[in-house]
């Protein structure tokens, strides 16, 4: 049996992955990623414009993005600009992608076990 | 920007589904069993099989999970939230249903966030049944 633990990612990884699933676990928040994918240069008041909530809420929801890496902002006149950065998207989807191969290996010997 | 797509899907959860060809008490007994369990979880499972009960595995490779049992519902759901040192806690729902041929388990696993408070078995059965409605899509609770 292959070892589930292989798909174990280094100590930092593990942090950041934790950041962007806490990030990624409001429906707002998901919401302007999905925008931001399509609308790359997005200002806040852009973004508010398309939600039920104001620019301060869509602000804030930013911000924590911003915190998780998933964001970057850029000045850009009296506003700031905001873009997605792939790298912790990345991450999280390696995540996925490991727990996803830990259980294709476990249920494989689930069903030697069972059929055999 | 398939990357992106996801993500308003499901960013934090994996589901398989197996059919085998085995009883659903079998099935059962080979999930909740501490001596099946070792034959394809891990080398070295331990598993109180009731709400609140511990579960501790060691892989092959020497890593440790440990584990507690959130929900058992006799022979056709089992829950538990398990985390390694450094990472944060994920939960696993693993079902059982009969189909024709056999018996169908349902395995997911989802990332939880490490600053939320862990949740009464009362307050998470609803989002799980949430869960439920979508089958095959990857669905946040």
């Known amino acids: 049996m292959a070892s589930p633990g292989a798909a174990t990612l280094p100590a930092p990884t593990e942090a950041r992955v934790d950041a962007v699933f806490a990030a990624l676990a409001d429906p707002t928040r998901r919401h302007l990623v999905a925008t931001l994918a399509a609308q790359p240069g997005a200002t806040a008041t852009g973004l508010a414009a398309g939600l039920p909530i104001s620019r301060q809420a869509v602000a804030k929801h930013l911000q924590l993005l911003s915190r998780a890496g998933l964001v970057s902002s850029r000045r850009s006149g009296r506003e700031a600009r905001f873009e997605l950065q792939p790298a912790p998207l990345a991450d999280a989807a390696a995540w996925i992608g490991a727990v996803g191969g830990e259980w294709d290996q476990r249920l494989g010997g689930l069903r030697r076990l069972l059929e055999s | ?141």
């Open chain 2, 1 to 141: 920007m398939q990357l992106y797509g996801c993500v308003s899907n499901l960013p934090h959860t994996v589901k398989r589904s197996v059919v085998l060809a085995a009883a659903p008490e079998e099935v059962w007994e080979a999930v909740t069993d501490e001596e099946l369990l070792s034959e394809w979880l891990a080398p070295e499972v331990e598993l109180e099989p009731h709400e609140g009960g511990g579960l501790h595995c060691r892989f092959e490779d020497g890593e440790e999970r440990h584990g507690e049992v959130e929900l058992v519902e006799e022979a056709e759901r089992l829950s538990f939230r398990w985390w390694r040192d450094g990472a944060g806690p994920s939960r696993v729902e693993l079902l059982v249903d009969a189909v024709a041929g056999g018996t169908r388990l349902t395995v997911i696993e989802s990332r939880l966030d490490p600053g939320a408070p862990a949740l009464a078995a009362a307050t998470w059965s609803a989002p799980l049944a949430r869960l439920r409605l979508l089958p095959g899509k990857l669905v946040l609770a």
